[in-house]
Structure formats: structure tokens, C-alpha cells
């Protein structure tokens, strides 16, 4: 079974500081990865997301995450965040095309506060 | 186009009533998943449906709880005898299933039970 875990489960940080949030998982096969962010008051909506190929990815509002496999982590980042920046982020994991699941696991999520 | 809508947006109903929750996916997403998200809380897979495939139904909580999907279309996921600790919103989300499982998540309803 996948598990993930979200180890910052609240983050407060000025405006301008950068931002990393961990995200490691369990899984020893072919995964798929996601950030989802909700604003408050807003529905859930995707981040960037992990398939395949360059292992740094670019999502919108200048964040990206990098996958390591050899240490099952997904980090979240962004060099300079801003007070529109104050989410909800959730890191999600579900086995690849062979791993025969489509259900994915989600992390427990990271409140960001951002202070102007 | 349309995302997933649910509704109703907000329910308050009272210990021991029945209550129904719907969810419309986009259109053409073959999977659709139900969430319960309590407060402070990560998301809690309850249910998939994929297709005409019998639906995935090893995180529903307790027999009270059941979920139906006409074809590709509509889900409504019922609660019995509701409980205060089934307080929590329920989010669906649908997915094109072929395109590498990016979920589209609806608003969500925020259920409270008295």
C-alpha cells in the first residue's frame, strides 16, 4: 500500500522568504505525483504534477517541485512566496500506469501562512 | 467548459436523519472519486467509480455510508442515520482516466451534523 507523508503541517513565513515543503512517500514501483493547493474558500486545484521524464517540474505561480527516487520525495518550493500565497497544499501519490491503481493517496497537508 | 459542481454547497441536518449528496463531473471523465476532508485534516479516499467497473468501495467508512453512478454521468453519495462524527466536507473529483489521473476537484459540501 502507498502512504505519503506531509512532514510540515504548519508553515508561517514573511513575504519574500522562500518556501520548501516536504513530501516523501512509499511506494516501490512506477508512481505519478501531484501538488494540489486550496485557497481559502476555493476548491482544490492542481499544483504541478510528476509523470515522467526531467524530474524537475514547473507549476504555476512560480512553483516547482523535484522528484528524488532514491529518496521517495516530492519537495514543494518557491524561491519568494507572497501573501496570495496563504493555501492549503497537498502532495499526492498513485501508482503509475503498471501499478494497476488509479486511486490516489493523499498527504495529510501543509497550512501556509504568509505574512504580508 | 463546466468543472465539478456538487451539491448542495452546505448541509446541516440533525443526528440520526438521512442525507444525499451529489456530484456532477465534468463531461467525458470516465472516474469519479468521493473525499471526506475533516476539519484540519488530509483527504479520505471513500469510493471510485470507473466506467461501468464496479466501484472501488474500500474506504467507506461504515455501511451507513453508499454511493451510485449512473453510467458516466451523476453520482450521489448517501449517508444513513447520520452520525456528529460524519461532520466534514465531501469533496468529489473526477478524471479522464487515460490522460495520467489528474483529478478535478468540485466545491465541495460542507455537512454538519447536530
Known amino acids: 500500500a502507498q502512504s505519503v507523508s506531509q512532514h510540515n503541517h504548519h508553515v508561517i513565513l514573511s513575504e519574500a522568504a522562500s518556501l520548501e515543503l516536504g513530501c516523501n512517500y512509499s511506494y516501490g514501483g512506477t508512481v505519478n505525483l501531484f501538488w494540489y493547493v486550496q485557497y481559502p474558500g476555493q476548491h482544490l486545484q492542481l499544483l504541478l504534477k510528476?509523470?515522467?521524464?526531467?524530474?524537475l517540474v514547473k507549476g504555476i505561480k512560480g512553483f516547482e517541485a523535484e522528484f528524488i527516487k532514491s529518496k521517495f520525495s516530492f519537495n514543494l518550493r518557491k524561491p519568494s512566496v507572497q501573501w496570495s500565497d496563504t493555501a492549503e497544499y497537498f502532495c499526492?501519490?498513485?501508482?503509475?500506469?503498471?501499478?494497476?491503481?488509479?486511486?490516489?493517496?493523499f498527504g495529510r497537508g501543509t497550512s501556509l501562512i504568509v505574512h504580508p | 467548459g463546466a468543472g465539478v459542481s456538487q451539491s448542495p454547497s452546505n448541509k446541516v441536518t440533525e443526528k440520526g436523519k438521512d442525507v444525499e449528496l451529489r456530484c456532477d463531473p465534468i463531461s467525458g471523465h470516465t472516474a469519479l472519486y468521493w473525499y471526506r476532508q475533516r476539519l484540519g485534516q488530509g483527504l479520505e479516499f471513500l469510493i471510485y467509480f470507473q466506467g461501468n467497473s464496479a466501484p472501488d468501495k474500500s474506504g467507506l467508512p461504515s455501511d451507513r455510508f453508499s454511493a451510485e453512478r449512473t453510467g458516466e454521468s451523476v453520482s450521489t453519495l448517501t449517508i444513513q442515520r447520520t452520525q456528529q462524527e460524519d461532520s466534514a466536507v465531501y469533496l468529489c473529483?473526477?478524471?479522464?482516466?487515460?490522460?495520467?489521473?489528474?483529478?478535478?476537484f468540485g466545491p465541495g459540501t460542507r455537512l454538519t451534523v447536530l
Open positions: 473529483a473526477s478524471s479522464a482516466i487515460r490522460v495520467n489521473n489528474e483529478q478535478f
Open positions: 499526492a501519490v498513485n501508482a503509475g500506469p503498471s501499478g494497476g491503481s488509479y486511486i490516489p493517496t
Open positions: 510528476y509523470f515522467s521524464g526531467d524530474p
